[in-house]
């Protein structure tokens, strides 16, 4: 069973590996413990109309042992453990939105539990019928991002875990608005959900997109299982229900018309 993260060199996503650590660590962004918000001013957004503004993110606080991450703008929040750090990431060039946010949720020993992005412009890729292929819920839990109802979006927003089948079953777990494909059989699926005018899509997640892969494609980084029943015992742990814990936190500040 190969485990790893989906993503380039030093990102590991091995959620057997994390582990608790007494170390507290500096976040490089504005990480907030109970009541503060990182007293920084909000970043221009993209907004669709002038008569549309994002609201601020209500202040929060954490619950014992762990701490509040808003970003400047306070567009959105999360928790998160204290020993864990919030690190700026670098975008993809050419596939979000300017002013997008880009951040990594990081253990004390480097493993990346998951990666927030909004903006995101990814364009759908076409889904011929012989390409589909059977895809899994193992896991699936109401989000609720924030107190308005979702628009446009095709289920409510929620916390999943999901297989698709290739020559093994591949493996992500993300938040999404998006159903998988009919009759059970998709190309990918989209961990990605409807964040507003202000963020546009939003993933928080090991992965954006799953999708499987052909043998020559996959490596120590891409997570693999050979049966359901594995998949279901790996994400079945305490050390995961810290990253569930984590995404299911997140909140996004709604748009305020004016």
């Known amino acids: 069973m190969e485990h ?13 590996a994390l582990a608790a650590a007494a170390l507290a660590l500096t976040l490089v962004t504005a990480c907030t413990g109970p009541g503060g918000d990182g007293g920084a001013p909000p970043p221009s957004t993209n907004a669709a109309t002038a008569t549309a503004e994002p609201a601020a993110a209500p202040l929060r606080e954490a619950r014992e042992g762990w701490k509040v991450f808003t970003d400047p703008g306070r567009l959105l929040s999360f928790e998160l453990p ?8 670098e975008p ?53 991002l924030t107190d308005e109802a979702p628009a446009g979006a095709d289920v409510e927003p929620r916390f999943v875990i999901r297989l698709i089948t290739g ?28 964040g507003g005018d202000a963020l546009g899509r939003v993933s928080f997640g090991d992965l954006e997109v799953l ?9 120590p980084q891409t ?5 359901i029943g594995e ?5 079945d742990t305490p050390d995961f229900a810290t990253i569930r814990e984590m995404l299911l936190s997140l909140r996004i500040a709604p748009a305020t018309t004016g």
């Open 4 to 16: 790893g993260p989906s993503g380039g060199a030093g990102r590991r996503r091995l959620p057997q």
């Open 82 to 89: 204290e020993e864990w750090m919030v690190q700026l990431l």
């Open 92 to 144: 993809e060039p050419g596939v979000h939105a300017p002013d997008s946010l880009h951040y990594a949720v990081r253990t004390p020993e480097g493993v990346t539990t998951a990666e927030l992005h909004t903006g995101i412009q990814t364009p759908e890729a076409p889904c011929p019928d012989a390409e589909r292929t059977p895809y899994y819920v193992i896991g699936s839990e109401p989000l609720d």
């Open 167 to 194: 020559f093994r079953f591949f493996a992500a777990y993300g938040i999404t608005d998006q159903a998988g494909g009919a009759d059970g059989l998709a190309c990918t699926l989209s961990n990605t959900v409807q």
């Open 211 to 219: 999708a499987p892969k052909a043998p020559a494609n996959t490596g």
């Open 223 to 227: 997570v693999t299982f050979g049966t």
């Open 231 to 235: 998949a279901q015992a790996f994400y």
